[in-house]
């Protein structure tokens, strides 16, 4: 048996309470502080004493005072009531209006506004403060919705085409064994091309999430691990890998931080010309540890940087990966608190550096 819970007054009747509380403790004690000199004065004068001077006019004796006094306090409660309730509409509308709006927006409207305007006071603020949230939540949604459309869209086009390649072989009669082992081959590589998608989509999942552990580290030590497994590939690429590795020591998940620089070498290497050049540099500027991948390439338009750091977006129309590399170095780096800057060389290619504090958590 579930005990029902008492009716709680509202945030306007408590405030008109409490108002009301107030004028009328103020008037309480005017009555107070002119009555009881009056009192302490009657009393003093003996009982039949003889009076000097003119005889007293008409005017309002000590008894009619005191009652008078009694019905005005008795008056003064719906004042004070009446007063209370007011101030506290006035004080709560803009409340009120926050209240509206926000239910509105939760139910699906995320373009509504608050814009509570003018006077500015702590409600405003709020209010100014409650409109910029809305806007980066309309933002995330907006962007969660895009990621979402765009990862289908990617993991639908391998598994059309195996789809169709299966079917294909299935329906030819005539097919022999190697036919059919052209088609398995063929099958092969395309899980193989969905298994990476997946794997780069986990690891952005996982960057987003953030940082789970914060071990000290030296980038330079990680930056030539990453470069001994790619050393070979790049060779076969015709791209020249140097690096000036000094030590740089930072906090941060090992493995996250070994993502952010194998996707930035590796974007380095894919998107380059043949016979290019990638420049991996660490080292220290203060107390914060700082990695730079540089490398040739094409000619980037400088507006078009920020773009790449957003999941599935490249600038040519034959992209190479899955526009996925950049995106996972910036929630890594987002995870660690770290600056991320990015710039196009004139010449053609990028400049990445992302420089992480010190060796300390945060």
């Known amino acids: 048996m579930t005990s029902r819970r008492p009716a709680r007054r509202s945030l306007q009747t408590r405030l008109a309470l409490a108002y009301a509380a107030g004028i009328y403790a103020a008037g309480v004690l005017v009555v107070v502080l002119i009555d009881l000199p009056l009192v302490s004065i009657h009393a003093a004068i003996p009982a039949g004493g003889p009076s000097s001077g003119p005889a007293a006019g008409p005017g309002i004796g000590l008894p009619q005072l005191l009652i008078g006094s009694a019905?005005?306090?008795?008056?003064?409660?719906?004042?004070?009531?009446?007063?209370?309730?007011?101030v506290a509409g006035r004080f709560l509308r803009p409340l009120r209006a926050i209240t509206a709006t926000a239910q509105i927006i939760s139910a699906g409207d995320l373009h509504r506004r608050l814009d509570l305007g003018e006077p500015t006071d702590e409600l405003t603020e709020l209010g100014r403060t409650l409109d910029d949230l809305f806007a980066r939540l309309h933002a995330s949604f907006d962007a969660?919705?895009?990621?979402?459309?765009?990862?289908?869209?990617?993991?639908?086009?391998?598994?059309?085409?195996?789809?169709?390649?299966?079917?294909?072989a299935l329906a030819d009669p005539d097919a022999d064994a190697e036919a059919l082992r052209s088609a398995c081959q063929e099958a092969l590589a395309l899980g193989e091309h969905q298994?990476?998608?997946?794997?780069?989509?986990?690891?952005l999942a996982?960057?987003?999430?953030?940082?789970?552990?914060?071990?000290?580290?030296?980038?330079?030590?990680?930056?030539?691990?990453v470069l001994a497994a790619r050393r070979d590939q790049a060779t076969e690429q015709g791209i020249d890998l140097t690096e000036?590795?000094?030590?740089?020591?930072?906090?941060?998940?090992?493995?996250?931080?070994?993502?952010?620089?194998?996707?930035?070498?590796?974007?380095?290497?894919r998107h380059n010309h043949p016979a290019g050049k990638v420049e991996i540099t660490t080292r220290t500027s203060g107390t914060d540890a700082v990695l730079t991948v540089a490398n040739t390439g094409p000619v980037i338009p400088a507006d078009q940087v920020r773009r790449l750091f957003h999941p599935f977006?490249?600038?040519?129309?034959?992209?190479?990966?899955?526009?996925?590399?950049?995106?996972?170095?910036?929630?890594?780096?987002?995870?660690?608190?770290?600056t991320l800057t990015a710039a196009a060389r004139p010449e053609g290619g990028l400049s990445i550096t992302v420089q992480f504090g010190p060796a300390r958590r945060s």
């Open 71 to 86: 019905v005005a306090l008795v008056v003064l409660i719906p004042v004070a009531l009446a007063l209370g309730w007011y």
């Open 144 to 168: 969660q919705r895009h990621f979402v459309a765009n990862a289908s869209h990617e993991l639908r086009t391998p598994l059309a085409g195996l789809r169709t390649l299966l079917e294909v």
């Open 195 to 203: 298994e990476r998608l997946v794997q780069a989509l986990l690891t």
């Open 206 to 225: 996982t960057s987003e999430r953030g940082a789970t552990r914060w071990d000290t580290l030296d980038l330079a030590d990680v930056a030539a691990h």
């Open 244 to 269: 000036d590795l000094t030590p740089a020591v930072t906090a941060g998940d090992p493995r996250l931080i070994e993502s952010l620089a194998a996707n930035l070498i590796d974007n380095a290497v």
């Open 313 to 338: 977006q490249t600038l040519a129309p034959d992209r190479k990966g899955y526009g996925l590399g950049l995106a996972i170095v910036n929630a890594v780096a987002q995870a660690h608190h770290a």
